[in-house]
């Protein structure tokens, strides 16, 4: 038997304290687990600042490993039946954990939105994972939980009022309210990055079936425009994450077997309103998206923002920022003519308290639920998706169905 059910890796960083102490918040009776990362006397520091208000985090064991020590990854995923992993850029310290976890049948979940990097896990492990039954979990944070989840949400709410799937879904996202870390601004530029130094990566995050090897179907790159969406009745402008989610969940619907057919579309913008003044914000949020996509792309200017318009490593939205914060997202499918609609609502900052939220419910959901035999290199919606209906509106994520015509 192994020594932990679960053990968390990256504790010390800003998202993986979070990760933490979501799990002391809601407890799940049982659990045995344990808090990693490389420096043991951090990781004593951050076990005495949780113990201060959960007195249950001293008992935490600690186990101190280099996620670039591939004889270390070894070790510690031999300890545990399942690793959460916060410790990014993925891309730069993520490769080894991946492959110990599939060497040794560990299951694995992360908050990668790294496209590139989820794409080289699939080509490299993903056959080996399925004969190893190991689980790995990509995107499992606001990366793209609420979006994966939700439209299979809408899918069964479809199939239960319809007797069929909806056959194409987009997602509109609504009020949102929150901030960056510094890791998610590091993963971002490295992302930047090995675009300049590498043009097959750009063509491959263009392409939207990036992560179904050899998939095609009836949609083409997300969008830069500005449009109108009647589905919705909003204006809508790019949404920074769709490049991530749109694969994440047409990956979904691949490992599940493609029950939505073969012609299922998705799609997904961010929703500013109607009328002249959702136009004008729509306008204004492509322009500053732009902007945004300069600074990251452009090495001189990365480093003049970080630090002074966007955060360091280590550092993040505050306590009061992260809990004043919420997200909306409205999924619409449609089916001859006929909708179906249905809300995300997510309470807390989304890429932090919501995200450490999600991601620890989706660890316990690997450590601790009954769950179909699927393995290899996954998503969260084609292993967890009926558990995380379950799970999350006990954390603050609702699926609420609005209205059939
Ligand atoms: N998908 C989403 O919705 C979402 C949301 C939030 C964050 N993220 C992602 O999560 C990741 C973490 O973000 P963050 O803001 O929490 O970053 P952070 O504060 O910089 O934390 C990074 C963590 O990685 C650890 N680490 C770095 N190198 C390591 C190594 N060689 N071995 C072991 N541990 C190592 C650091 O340990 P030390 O303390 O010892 O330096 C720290 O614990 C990023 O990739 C970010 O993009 C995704």
Same mark, same amino acid.
Request: hydrophobic share 40%; with cysteine.
């Given at each position: 038997?192994?020594?932990?059910?679960?053990?968390?890796? !990256?504790?010390?960083? +800003?998202?993986?304290?979070? *990760?933490?102490?979501?799990?002391?918040?809601? @407890?799940?009776?049982?659990?045995?687990?344990?808090?990693?990362?490389?420096?043991?006397?951090?990781?004593?520091?951050?076990?005495?600042?949780?113990?201060?208000?959960?007195?249950?985090?001293?008992?935490?064991?600690?186990? *101190?490993?280099?996620?670039?020590?591939?004889?270390?990854?070894?070790?510690?995923?031999?300890?545990?039946? &399942?690793?959460?992993?916060?410790?990014? @850029? +993925?891309?730069?310290?993520?490769?080894?954990?991946?492959?110990?976890?599939?060497?040794?049948?560990?299951?694995?979940?992360?908050?990668?939105?790294?496209?590139?990097?989820?794409?080289?896990?699939?080509?490299?492990?993903?056959?080996?994972?399925?004969?190893?039954?190991?689980?790995?979990? /990509?995107?499992?944070?606001?990366?793209?939980?609420?979006?994966?989840? $939700?439209?299979?949400?809408?899918?069964?709410?479809?199939?239960?009022?319809?007797?069929?799937?909806?056959?194409?879904?987009?997602?509109?996202?609504?009020?949102?309210?929150? !901030?960056?870390?510094?890791?998610?601004?590091?993963?971002?530029?490295?992302?930047?990055?090995?675009?300049?130094?590498?043009?097959? *990566?750009?063509?491959?995050?263009?392409?939207?079936?990036?992560?179904?090897?050899?998939?095609?179907?009836?949609?083409?790159?997300?969008?830069?425009?500005?449009? /109108?969406?009647?589905?919705?009745?909003?204006?809508?402008?790019?949404?920074?994450?769709?490049?991530?989610?749109?694969?994440? *969940?047409?990956?979904?619907?691949?490992?599940?077997? +493609?029950?939505?057919?073969?012609?299922?579309?998705?799609?997904?913008?961010?929703?500013?309103?109607?009328?002249?003044?959702?136009?004008?914000?729509?306008?204004?949020?492509?322009?500053?998206?732009?902007?945004?996509?300069?600074?990251?792309?452009?090495?001189?200017?990365?480093?003049?923002?970080?630090?002074?318009?966007?955060?360091?490593?280590?550092?993040? @939205?505050?306590?009061?920022?992260? /809990?004043?914060?919420?997200?909306?997202?409205?999924?619409?499918?449609?089916?001859?003519?006929?909708?179906?609609?249905?809300?995300?609502?997510?309470?807390?900052?989304?890429?932090?308290?919501?995200?450490?939220?999600?991601?620890?419910?989706?660890?316990?959901?690997?450590?601790?639920?009954?769950?179909?035999?699927?393995? $290899? &290199?996954?998503?969260?919606?084609?292993?967890? $998706?009926?558990?995380?209906?379950?799970?999350?509106?006990?954390? !603050?994520?609702?699926?609420?169905?609005?209205?059939?015509?």
């Amino acid at each position: 038997m192994r020594d932990f059910d679960l053990i968390l890796f !990256g504790v010390t960083g +800003y998202t993986g304290r979070l *990760v933490a102490e979501a799990l002391l918040e809601y @407890p799940e009776p049982g659990l045995r687990w344990a808090i990693a990362g490389r420096n043991e006397e951090k990781l004593g520091q951050v076990r005495s600042a949780l113990s201060a208000r959960f007195p249950e985090a001293e008992g935490l064991a600690i186990v *101190v490993a280099d996620s670039l020590n591939a004889q270390e990854m070894g070790d510690l995923v031999q300890r545990t039946r &399942v690793v959460c992993t916060t410790v990014g @850029p +993925y891309t730069k310290y993520g490769d080894a954990l991946v492959a110990a976890c599939v060497e040794h049948g560990t299951d694995y979940c992360d908050l990668t939105g790294e496209v590139s990097w989820m794409r080289k896990n699939i080509d490299a492990h993903h056959e080996a994972a399925k004969a190893g039954q190991s689980r790995i979990v /990509h995107a499992a944070g606001f990366d793209s939980i609420p979006f994966d989840i $939700g439209v299979i949400a809408l899918q069964k709410a479809a199939v239960e009022r319809w007797g069929a799937p909806a056959t194409s879904v987009r997602t509109a996202t609504g009020k949102m309210k929150g !901030g960056f870390s510094g890791g998610t601004v590091a993963s971002m530029g490295l992302m930047f990055d090995a675009i300049r130094s590498d043009r097959s *990566v750009l063509r491959l995050m263009a392409n939207p079936y990036a992560l179904v090897p050899g998939g095609s179907g009836p949609d083409r790159n997300d969008s830069r425009a500005v449009s /109108h969406w009647s589905t919705h009745d909003v204006w809508t402008a790019p949404f920074i994450m769709a490049g991530c989610n749109t694969r994440v *969940v047409r990956r979904t619907h691949a490992l599940l077997g +493609y029950p939505w057919g073969e012609d299922f579309s998705y799609a997904e913008a961010m929703g500013t309103g109607r009328g002249l003044g959702g136009w004008m914000k729509a306008q204004s949020i492509r322009l500053g998206l732009g902007a945004l996509i300069s600074i990251m792309a452009i090495p001189f200017l990365r480093r003049m923002a970080v630090g002074t318009i966007l955060p360091n490593p280590g550092e993040g @939205p505050s306590e009061a920022e992260r /809990h004043a914060g919420m997200y909306k997202a409205h999924v619409v499918g449609e089916r001859s003519g006929e909708t179906i609609r249905l809300d995300v609502i997510g309470e807390g900052d989304p890429g932090y308290l919501s995200t450490s939220r999600m991601l620890a419910q989706t660890a316990v959901a690997l450590a601790c639920d009954a769950l179909p035999e699927v393995y $290899g &290199v996954l998503t969260p919606g084609s292993v967890v $998706g009926e558990q995380l209906m379950e799970r999350l509106p006990r954390v !603050g994520v609702r699926f609420a169905l609005r209205d059939v015509n």
